[in-house]
């Protein structure tokens, strides 16, 4: 399969770049890492205004939506203190890492003035509803959390969550429950899924005063990843045109690194903090001018360049098979589906791969437009 090629090659040559680097500086403080102003908010659904008896979020500010990723992280946390110290192995990490640097590198600016919704490091700012990965990354955000408050993983809420819309692209966003149900079922219900996995997890022993939950974090992260990428695929086809962003050199790097993701997601990629904060140090700095399209400036870094060029080198890569993405997305499609079903009728994926394909390979792929199953057969054994 291309995907075996593809994700190491992409890994490779964003972290190869390392050993070469004289001096990394700031950008691989863990500080510096976190989302710009993390720590001005509260992971407490409280802290948000209250109006006629409802929380108000506006999602179209960069605060609030921040403060939407701290709240999932403090309710998930407890689950996933098995896996590591000092809470950083929630799956939750990478999304919510990538987030700050959309922030951080302009890319929630109004294009293609780049001044209106820009970053400055002394004041947080908006998200602008006229930017491409605005308008993607309100959909992670906001289904996760509306699944999060349906799921009641965030417990009994004293008041009902309203979500502050705006007038301007009205119909390409859902702000409530009900709206994005009703557009969205099985994003949603992929949301949903990750909570009610997390719900279901027992106490398996306590040290310290500190519970250990029984999470098996091949599961998690698969559920993680499904519900983003189910988000992604809501969001892409709305925000890919060229309005949407700065220049079309822009445009077709934020596409091309989507399609990046999804086979690292296929890959189960660990999102863990360390990791995704490592990942992200190639991630370029600042939005792409088609200048940049051949020849790329030496105010990019060397893991900046190694980055733009893996992102791209699997997108050609993509192209130029003969199938190319169909094939790989419809063998993804069939793991998916049967590792999710595996997960819930079994409750081990690991230990029970082989019954979980005997039992459920079969009448999964006939629902895959793949043209040739058995592809995706192997992929489902060989990639547990």
């Known amino acids: 399969m291309w995907s075996s090629l593809m994700i190491p090659t992409f890994l490779f040559l964003s972290y190869f770049s390392v050993g070469l680097a004289q001096n990394p500086g700031p950008a691989t403080d863990e500080n510096d890492s976190y989302p710009p102003f993390w720590d001005q908010i509260s992971g407490d659904i409280a802290e948000f205004p209250v109006q006629n008896k409802k929380t108000i979020i506006d999602?179209?500010?960069?605060?609030?939506?921040?403060?939407?990723?701290?709240?999932?992280?403090?309710?998930?946390?407890?689950?996933?203190?098995?896996?590591?110290q000092n809470n950083k192995h929630n799956v939750f990490w990478a999304l919510t890492l990538f987030y700050g640097k959309l922030y951080k590198t302009d890319r929630f600016s109004e294009p293609p003035n780049s001044s209106v919704c820009a970053y400055e490091a002394g004041a947080p700012g908006c998200v602008s509803v006229n930017s491409g990965w605005g308008g993607i990354s309100f959909y992670v955000i906001v289904l996760y959390f509306l699944a999060a408050i349906e799921s009641e993983f965030l417990g009994d809420l004293p008041y009902e969550v309203e979500l502050v819309s705006r007038e301007e692209y009205r119909s390409d966003f859902c702000y409530s429950i009900a709206e994005c149900r009703a557009s969205y079922p099985q994003a949603m219900d992929?949301?949903?899924?990750?909570?009610?996995?997390?719900?279901?997890?027992?106490?398996?022993?306590?040290?310290?005063?500190?519970?250990?939950?029984?999470?098996?974090?091949?599961?998690?992260?698969?559920y993680m990843w499904e519900a983003h990428q189910a988000a992604v695929d809501i969001g892409t086809p709305k925000f890919s045109d060229i309005s949407f962003y700065s220049s079309e050199t822009e445009r077709d790097f934020t596409m091309d690194f989507l399609m990046a993701i999804e086979f690292c997601e296929a890959a189960l990629y660990r999102s863990y903090f360390e990791s995704s904060a490592e990942f992200l140090v190639g991630y370029p700095h600042r939005l792409l001018t088609d200048q940049d399209r051949n020849v790329l400036t030496s105010n990019f870094s060397i893991r900046e360049k190694a980055f733009l060029i893996s992102v791209k080198l699997i997108s050609e890569i993509n192209k130029i098979t003969e199938r190319g993405k169909s094939t790989e997305k419809s063998c993804l499609c069939c793991r998916r589906r049967v590792q999710s079903q595996a997960c819930s009728v079994y409750g081990d994926w690991k230990s029970k791969r082989e019954e979980c394909c005997r039992n459920l390979a079969k009448a999964e792929l006939e629902h895959c437009e793949d043209p040739e199953p058995r592809i995706c057969m192997s992929a489902t054994r060989d990639n547990p």
């Open 59 to 84: 999602p179209w500010k960069y605060m609030d939506r921040l403060q939407m990723y701290k709240i999932i992280i403090t309710e998930s946390d407890k689950y996933f203190a098995r896996l590591g």
């Open 190 to 222: 992929a949301a949903n899924r990750f909570y009610q996995y997390l719900k279901s997890r027992k106490i398996v022993f306590i040290i310290r005063d500190v519970p250990k939950y029984n999470i098996d974090e091949n599961t998690a992260i698969l």
